[in-house]
């Protein structure tokens, strides 16, 4: 109901989307504004963007702290927010507000395309943690995407080949370099580390009952005269 005292209500609609920030790095919302009105008597004659500063300053800063990739929340969050302010003000009383938020082209490619990265961020770290960390399912994925039959016989018998040589790696070969890694990561100095990998080698050599290389000296044993027992003290 309009008393006789009260001007009549206006309605401003945004011609062009105005941009609003959001919470995501190099993308931000459009918004188109409804808002309904009504001045009050003998206002500035500027007021009607008095009335969409005030509406959009409240929208910008809901809207900074909203991530584009849900527009849907972002838009029910903007509106509530701009929902809340105040009624009567000083020239002019707020009847309803309402924006409606979408994304420029620019940034709904950008947002696909951090999308597409993160899916394939996850795929990898699945495949890591599934099956690249378990190398023996590597020549399994391999079978797996080829039909019955596609593979060649030469092909398969490398595969085989893999697989026996990865299955004897993991028993023996991985949990002695595991250790090696262990035993170098104890040395700073790179000449000792190189030291300590030559004394483990000599020491695998003696007890296959191998002699060192000629010309090496084991590095835990000074040399000497030609008296063992001068060696020590």
Known sequence: ???????????????QPRLLPSATDGI?????YTITWRPHWRVPANI?????TSVHATACETAARLEAADLPAAQDAVNASIGSLARRVRDYYLLTAYASLGLPTAGQELLAQRAADEQRIRRLRFLKENLYDHPDLVVLDQLEHHDPGALGDEYLAELQRLARLIYSCDRWWFPLLQ?????????????????AM?????????LSGDSPPSGHTPLDVPETDGDPLKAHP
Request: aromatic share 10%; charged share 30%.
């Open 179 to 195: 250790q090696w890694e262990q035993i170098g990561q104890g040395f700073k100095d790179v000449e000792k580390r190189q030291q």
């Open 198 to 206: 030559l004394v483990l080698s000599d020491s695998l050599k003696a």
């Open 1 to 15: 109901m309009r008393w006789p005292w009260h001007r009549a209500v206006r309605t401003s609609t945004s011609v």
């Open 48 to 52: 009607e963007e008095t009335v969409r």
């Open 28 to 32: 931000a919302f459009e918004a188109v």
